[in-house]
Structures are given as C-alpha cells and as structure tokens.
Nanobody, 123 residues
Framework: QVQLVESGGDSVQAGGSLRLSCVAS????????MGWFRQAPGKEREGVAI????????RYADFVKGRFTISQDSAKNTLYLQMNNLKPEDTAIYYC????????????????WGQGTQVTVSS
C-alpha cells in the first residue's frame, strides 16, 4: 500500500506562485509514475504533470507548460509542483497520485491518491 499526503495549497492573487508538496509512504518501491491532478467545481479531474520516479522524465498538460514544474526528492520520498504565474482558471483541488502502471496523464490510470489540497487564485 502507498499513502500520499499533499500540502501547500493556499489562496493567492493572479500572477503569484505556490509550491505544492506530496509526501509518499508505504511500499514506494512499487511506484512507477507519480503526478499532480486537479479538479475544479463542476469539471472532471484532469492531469497536470507527471514524473517517472526511476529517472525523472516528465510530461505536462498543455495548459501549464512554461508555468508549472514537477520535481521529486527521492531521498525524502517527496513530490513537488512549483506553480508560477497562476491564473484564476488554475483554481481547483490539487491531488497527488501514484501508480505501478503506464506513464500517463489520465487520472483513470492511477491507483493511489492523496486527500487533495485547495488552490484558489483570485483576479
């Protein structure tokens, strides 16, 4: 089993920055891919950014390229999402997820999920 705990969500103004953190525990050796996903009110959950934990390869959704950066600290079992130039449309609950399967931005491919952390961006 893998447990994930997110933190770092807050309320900020447009153009500001936040860094989200996700601490993983349990049998983390089974994890192949990890990522950040988000869900806004009335919308479906969508992939934001993912990382291959074994080598650090990354993939981003088009709507965050150039603004967000996903990274990991393997020694601390911690995943990060640095979010810059935030926009009101980034407002959502952000979730950390992990899986043993294929490297994908689709939420349906992830088995383990954190509780989510709220990000609110005001204009």
């Amino acid at each position: 089993q893998v447990q994930l705990v997110e933190s770092g969500g807050d309320s900020v103004q447009a153009g500001g920055s936040l860094r989200l953190s996700c601490v993983a525990s349990g049998y983390t050796n089974s994890v192949y891919s990890m990522g950040w996903f988000r869900q806004a009110p009335g919308k479906e959950r969508e992939g934001v950014a993912i990382i291959f934990t074994g080598g650090g390869s990354t993939r981003y959704a088009d709507f965050v390229k150039g603004r967000f950066t996903i990274s990991q600290d393997s020694a601390k079992n911690t995943l990060y999402l640095q979010m810059n130039n935030l926009k009101p449309e980034d407002t959502a609950i952000y979730y950390c997820a992990a899986d043993r399967g294929r490297f994908s931005l689709s939420p349906a491919n992830y088995r383990y999920w954190g509780q989510g952390t709220q990000v609110t961006v005001s204009s």
